[in-house]
């Protein structure tokens, strides 16, 4: 298994790119507080503004996307990353497509903060089976649109010049990413990292998500990453030639 050393020991500057607010925080966000005691760059894309996500008729999509874009930024906060590094592509909840306008906008993002390493969402399946529990969880259509997305605007998009060389008009170039680390299923992991010590900062990131998450959530939520009685958060990496 990789560790958190042997991910982001080398690594100076950390793009996560993910489907939904409060995506980072549930999956990465004990990685995020790591990097950011020590001292690394961290940047946050979020692909949709959340305006669906939520079964509460009585709220306007307008009014849940205002509201839950606040809650990402301050949540944000809590690990010390700052407003100007996060960006929101702002789809609505389920529009997202993976086609040339979104590869091109994440390959924007790539390419202007010229991260040594991306992180998003496991593309890969449809559904996979709970990592502590006797159930499946199915993948949402955002996320798997996303990590696609994602893959294809890493490789070869941000990387090739003849792709949207309309972002060299505005200063920006070719950038070439070492390595991705993708969310994981028991049928693709290789990567666990110790989150333990820095579990409390990633409750507090998630707390702030209260359109979303109240304390009893948070901990059945956190329940399902957890090895054993450790909390640990894991991933399926791969370097990039």
């Not at 692909?47 to 996500?53: E, Q």
């Not at 809650?71 to 529009?95: H, M, R």
């Not at 792709?163 to 070439?176: D, K, S, Y």
């Amino acid at each position: 298994m990789y560790s958190y050393k042997d991910i982001f020991g080398d690594k100076k500057r950390v793009l996560f790119v993910m489907a939904h607010p409060d995506d980072a925080d549930v999956f990465f966000g004990g990685i995020i507080s790591l990097l950011r005691q020590d001292k690394k760059e961290v940047f946050v894309l979020v692909m949709t503004n959340g305006c669906r996500g939520s079964r509460d008729n009585h709220i306007s999509e307008d009014a849940l996307a205002e509201a839950r874009t606040g809650e990402q930024k301050n949540a944000l906060k809590q690990y010390g990353v700052p407003g100007t590094n996060f960006i929101s592509l702002n789809y609505k909840d389920g529009e997202a497509e993976n086609n040339m306008e979104l590869i091109g906008k994440i390959a924007y993002v790539v390419r202007k903060f010229k991260p040594d390493i991306v992180c998003t969402h496991n593309p890969n399946s449809f559904f996979s089976k709970s990592f502590t529990q006797d159930h499946y969880h199915v993948n949402h259509k955002d996320h798997r649109i996303c990590g696609t997305s994602t893959m294809d605007a890493v490789y070869p998009f941000s990387r090739d010049r003849s792709f949207f060389i309309e972002h060299t008009q505005e200063g920006l170039h070719p950038h070439i990413v070492r390595a991705m680390l993708f969310t994981a299923t028991p049928e693709q992991i290789n990567t666990k990292i110790d989150i333990e010590k820095v579990i409390k900062t990633k409750k507090n990131g998630m707390a702030k998500h209260k359109s979303q998450f109240n304390k009893e959530k948070i901990e059945e939520i956190l329940g399902h990453f957890k090895d054993g009685k450790n909390d640990v958060e894991r991933g399926f990496y791969i370097k990039l030639g």
